[in-house]
């Protein structure tokens, strides 16, 4: 009973009003009287604070108020940081490109199969199965675009125009053994020729890779113009090296029987164009 009385004591006190009178100095005349409690006080402090505590927040959060707290970063810093992470995503990019590219020059001196764009044929085959129906405003339309685009060249008709201008030099004067079939993964034609004959260059351009591999032994590679690219492997000898010019005609290496993929003394000759191999004898007379 005595702790009761204890606590409503408490509880009184904390809301018994106080008065706050304040009287002028000299007429002593009262100007201001407020009636408080112990209670009031605390709730009006409670609610200053929360109101105070609310506009800090939202001050910090927008305006540029935050840009003066010690480790915030300024508005430079976080332009810098989205710059350098575009840069870094374009980088990223652009090394995955490199990194097929060289894959595919690696794949060219092994006699593999190149790298294909996986979204792309993803892509093809969600649509192959789409079935259309033609309308008569589509037949007219079609007609229309026909007869607008009969001249316009497809990219096989483009690929072939843009090879047949070129005057491929054979590499070396023999007799084809084993000719290009891509269902065999065999990705050029193999030739067979004098010993120590001389290797040439099928057109101009840079070599840009001279090696030795353990499959096809002595290899040389040369981008030419158009995104062709010319494999020369199984050779003795090499005479050029990476980042060397070469003519068209221009010998390059001595035919040989290097490597664990030859049969005997022959050149394996390649041709790619935009990535996809190309059967040699369709442009060259060996």
Avoid: C
Wanted: aromatic letters at 12%.
């Amino acid at each position: 009973m005595a702790k009761n009385g204890e606590k409503k004591g408490f509880f009184k006190k904390f809301k018994h009003k106080f008065q706050i009178v304040i009287y002028n100095e000299i007429t002593f005349e009262e100007v201001w009287r407020l009636h408080v409690s112990v209670f009031n006080i605390f709730n009006y402090v409670v609610i200053f604070t929360f109101i105070l505590v609310l506009l800090t927040i939202s001050s910090i959060s927008y305006t540029s108020l935050k840009e003066f707290i010690p480790g915030y970063p300024d508005g430079s810093m976080r332009r810098n940081i989205l710059k350098n992470s575009i840069s870094l995503d374009s980088l990223e990019s652009e090394l995955l490109i490199r990194d097929k590219f060289l894959l595919n020059i690696k794949n060219i001196i092994s006699g593999t199969e190149t790298i294909y764009d996986e979204k792309k044929d993803k892509e093809i085959e969600r649509y192959d199965n789409i079935k259309f129906t033609k309308s008569k405003e589509d037949s007219v339309l079609r007609e229309a675009v026909e007869k607008k685009g009969k001249y316009n060249l497809s990219p096989e008709t483009r690929t072939n125009f843009v090879l047949n201008t070129l005057h491929f030099f054979p590499p070396v004067n023999g007799i084809v053994t084993n000719s290009y079939d891509v269902s065999k993964r065999h990705f050029g034609v193999d030739i067979v020729a004098e010993p120590n004959s001389v290797v040439s260059s099928t057109l101009s351009g840079t070599v840009i890779v001279s090696s030795w591999t353990l499959e096809t032994g002595y290899v040389l590679q040369i981008q030419h113009s158009n995104n062709l690219i010319s494999a020369y492997k199984h050779n003795s000898q090499l005479f050029k090296k990476q980042g060397d010019l070469v003519k068209a005609g221009e010998a390059i290496a001595i035919i040989g029987n290097t490597g664990e993929y030859t049969t005997g003394p022959h050149l394996h000759f390649e041709i790619w164009y935009n990535g996809k191999s190309l059967n040699p004898e369709k442009y060259i007379v060996f």
